[in-house]
């Protein structure tokens, strides 16, 4: 069973449109995390839940929007999408709490292309 | 800003080589933790160090937590050509709010032509 899933694994679009990526995890954990990878591979942190509740909201523009409708779910909605926006999008989780809490697991991605 | 500076950014390795990564920063870090990343795929935790000076293994990886508490190092020994991918080291940083990582650049291993 896959851990950490990602839907779609890519997503090609033109610019204007809205898009949704979505993400479960099946370990149990307490904390979601939505990731941006850019074309020089640096990872960066958008979002963070704990709980369903938003702990970290780094500068992302208004356009995205994370929603956590349980713990075991976190999705990513993206208005208005634009060149800028391409990148593979990784979700990970962790478990918040107990011996291993930052210990975070990542989706296989989603490779989003903005044309 | 990136708060990890991981070197080298890319190296070449030849069958049965062992190599070398490390990871530094100017702040302290409670954690720090390694992960692979193979070509469309996410990223996969190799090892999670929490002390100082702690020395841990994982089959032909070993990662160490420096004693500063501000670098950390990841050896590989006898690389094999499955190996070839990109390493991050990525750290909790000391009074980070939530649980956020901070990630280092990467170091790619490649293949010697």
């Known amino acids: 069973d896959t851990a950490v899933s990602q839907t779609p694994k890519y997503l090609v679009t033109q610019m204007g449109n809205d898009k949704s990526i979505k993400c479960e995890q099946n370990?149990?954990?307490?904390?979601m995390y939505w990731y941006k990878q850019d074309s020089k591979k640096f990872l960066k942190i958008m979002f963070s839940?704990?709980?369903?509740?938003?702990?970290i909201n780094e500068t992302v523009p208004n356009r995205f929007s994370p929603k956590s409708p349980d713990k075991a779910h976190l999705n990513l909605h993206i208005n208005s999408l634009e060149l800028g926006d391409s990148a593979v999008y990784f979700c990970a989780s962790s478990p918040g709490t107990g011996e291993a809490p930052y210990e975070q697991y990542f989706g296989p991605g989603t490779r989003l292309t903005v044309t | 800003g990136q708060q990890l500076n991981q070197s080298p950014q890319s190296m070449f390795i030849q069958e049965g080589e062992d190599v070398s990564m490390n990871c530094t920063s100017s702040s302290i870090f409670n954690t720090w933790l390694w992960y692979k990343q193979d070509p469309g795929e996410g990223p996969v935790l190799l090892i999670a160090l929490y002390k100082a000076g702690e020395l841990t293994s994982n089959g032909r990886l070993t990662a160490q937590f420096g004693i500063t508490r501000k670098d950390s190092f990841l050896n590989i020994s006898a690389s094999i050509p499955s190996d070839v991918g990109i390493y991050f080291c990525?750290?909790?940083?000391?009074?980070?709010?939530?649980?956020?990582?901070?990630f280092g650049g990467g170091t790619r291993v490649l293949v010697k032509p």
């Open positions: 990525a750290g909790q940083l000391l009074g980070a709010a939530g649980n956020k990582l901070t």
């Open positions: 370990l149990g954990h307490d904390t």
């Open positions: 839940y704990n709980n369903k509740e938003l702990i």
